[in-house]
């Protein structure tokens, strides 16, 4: 069964960075896109970007760019988001979500990040 | 930016009743790329419906979505005790892909 399994919970300082995996199993990695979506705490969902888990061709929103890296690891069927220069308001749970042709099927459990000085 | 707007924010309602949940967008949302999601404390959304109105593998027939453009409805026919939660609307047809506030379903 399809499984997106995320890194723990993660506390930073600002102005530091945070690496967060999504570990997947039960399909081919390769064949699909793999979404990063933010939910602060009684904010909205937020998507921040995608990559393509086969070529590795990434698109992130304008709000992150510059700040947010998205990359993969084929050989260990694993998608990364890193965000950097942190701030009190990216406190969120961050989610990975599989995109099956335009069908967000499957989400990752969440890793929450906090950051707080 | 596309904007979704969902109404109600809150909704109460009793088990057996039928629910109606709105999602307005800003602009049209191409080709219906519109999505509904259920969401309880503690957890990851769950894909209740994609492309406006095709059922999720797994969600009950009871969820029915419909609408085009930029109204869009989520519908449930007969509210199961485990249907009361957060309701989230997205639309992935133009980036950036955006999500509804959400609406909250809670038992009356």
């Known amino acids: 069964q399809v499984q997106l399994v995320q890194s723990g919970a993660e506390v930073k300082t600002p102005g530091a960075s945070v690496k967060v995996s999504c570990k997947a199993s039960?399909?081919?990695?390769?064949?699909?896109?793999m979404h990063w979506v933010r939910q602060a705490p009684g904010q909205r969902l937020e998507w921040m970007g995608w990559?393509?888990?086969?070529?590795?061709?990434?698109k992130s929103s304008q709000k992150f760019q510059g700040r947010v890296t998205i990359t993969r690891d084929t050989s260990a069927n694993t998608a990364y988001m890193e965000l950097s220069s942190l701030r009190s308001e990216d406190t969120a749970v961050y989610y990975c979500?599989?995109?099956?042709?335009?069908?967000?099927?499957?989400w990752g459990q969440g890793t929450l990040v906090t950051v707080s000085s | 930016e596309i904007v979704l707007t969902q109404s109600p924010g809150t909704l109460s309602l009793s088990p057996g009743e039928r629910a109606t949940l709105s999602c307005r967008a800003s602009q049209s949302v191409s080709s219906s790329y519109l999505a509904w999601y259920q969401q309880k404390p503690g957890q990851a959304p769950r894909l209740l419906i994609y492309g406006a109105s095709s059922r999720a593998t797994g969600s009950p027939d009871r969820f029915s979505g419909s609408g085009s453009g930029t109204d869009f409805t989520l519908t449930i026919s007969r509210l199961e005790p485990e249907d009361f939660a957060v309701y989230y609307c997205q639309q992935y047809g133009s980036s950036p892909y955006t999500f509804g506030q959400g609406t909250k379903l809670e038992i009356k």
């Open positions: 039960g399909y081919t990695f390769t064949t699909y896109i």
């Open positions: 990559i393509n888990a086969g070529n590795g061709n990434t």
């Open positions: 979500v599989r995109d099956a042709s335009r069908i967000y099927d499957y």
